[in-house]
């Protein structure tokens, strides 16, 4: 029996070849179908065959400004508990960017993985902290969020949204799990079509903001919008299509009015009649979608 904690714990997603800088942590999950039936010479009892098909799924929390996997991409995992390690073949789901402006928090993140072939569990050394080991630790305070909005298929005019206390964005590529003759029971999985969606929020009094000509930010309408991780690097999103405006006003607490506005990523926007393909922009300035 051997018990030990996660501080000595490390992950790769190149084979060993570097660790991944400003992981918090990392998980697992294996599952199998075990099918059940209660035949009638089984005595009513029920009879579970297990490991007919199996299945497993990582997940990471980091710090950083960087998307530190793409959407869609395949890696080589590697996890090192402090002691032994863990190894697989990996898509790339999703990633989940948080900024916390108002509270002054670490920026941070999330990053999903399915699997594509078996899991591999067993001794072996620890991956190397290589160039992707630099830490990654920057604050929301200087963040921002800017809107320009498109209105009747012309480009307004940009400009800061006033007082953002915080935006959220998700980058996803969907996978399509297999499992075939030729796997032996092992789920495979398929890279598929992108999306990405998100919301921010921000302090406002003047409901007519979301309205007013100049703005144009009313469910439905659509424009450039981008979400910044410094006071110069952002995420650019050409085009975000409002989906849902919230306007609560607490009356008992007396917190102060805001407003939460959600939105969807459309790779394609009407523009002066004509259908313009956009663009999804990293803080590197590297275009993830274009």
Do not use: H
């Amino acid at each position: 029996m051997s018990v030990i904690n996660g501080y000595g714990g490390l992950l790769s997603q190149d084979n060993g070849s570097n660790t991944i800088g400003g992981i918090r942590s990392w998980t697992i999950n294996s599952s199998s179908t075990n099918p059940k039936g209660t035949p009638s010479n089984a005595g009513r009892m029920q009879v579970v065959l297990p490991n007919q098909v199996t299945d497993w799924t990582l997940r990471y929390d980091f710090y950083g400004k960087e998307l530190p996997a793409l959407p869609g991409t395949s890696y080589t995992f590697l996890g090192y508990n402090g002691s032994e390690r863990a190894s697989g073949t990996v898509i790339c789901e999703s990633v989940v960017m948080n900024v916390d402006i108002e509270g002054g928090g670490i920026i941070s993140g999330s990053a999903t993985f399915g699997s594509n072939g078996a899991l591999t569990q067993a001794s072996g050394s620890a991956p190397t902290v290589g160039t992707g080991s630099a830490l990654t630790m920057y604050g929301g305070t200087g963040c921002k969020a800017n809107w320009q909005p498109i209105i009747a298929g012309t480009t307004g005019s940009a400009a800061d949204i006033p007082d953002v206390r915080n935006w959220s964005l998700s980058i996803a590529c969907q996978l399509s799990p297999y499992v075939s003759s030729s796997t032996a029971g092992v789920t495979g999985r398929t890279a598929a079509n992108y999306s990405a969606s998100g919301s921010f929020d921000f302090y406002q009094g003047a409901l007519s903001y979301i309205t007013a000509s100049a703005t144009r930010m009313s469910v439905g309408n659509y424009g450039i919008l981008k979400l910044y991780v410094s006071s110069t690097e952002f995420f650019g999103l050409s085009y975000a299509v409002i989906n849902r405006v919230d306007e609560p006003v607490q009356n008992e607490t007396g917190a102060n009015n805001s407003i939460q506005v959600g939105f969807d990523f459309s790779g394609w926007a009407n523009i002066s009649g004509t259908m313009t393909r956009g663009t999804l922009l990293r803080p590197d300035t590297t275009a993830f979608w274009s």
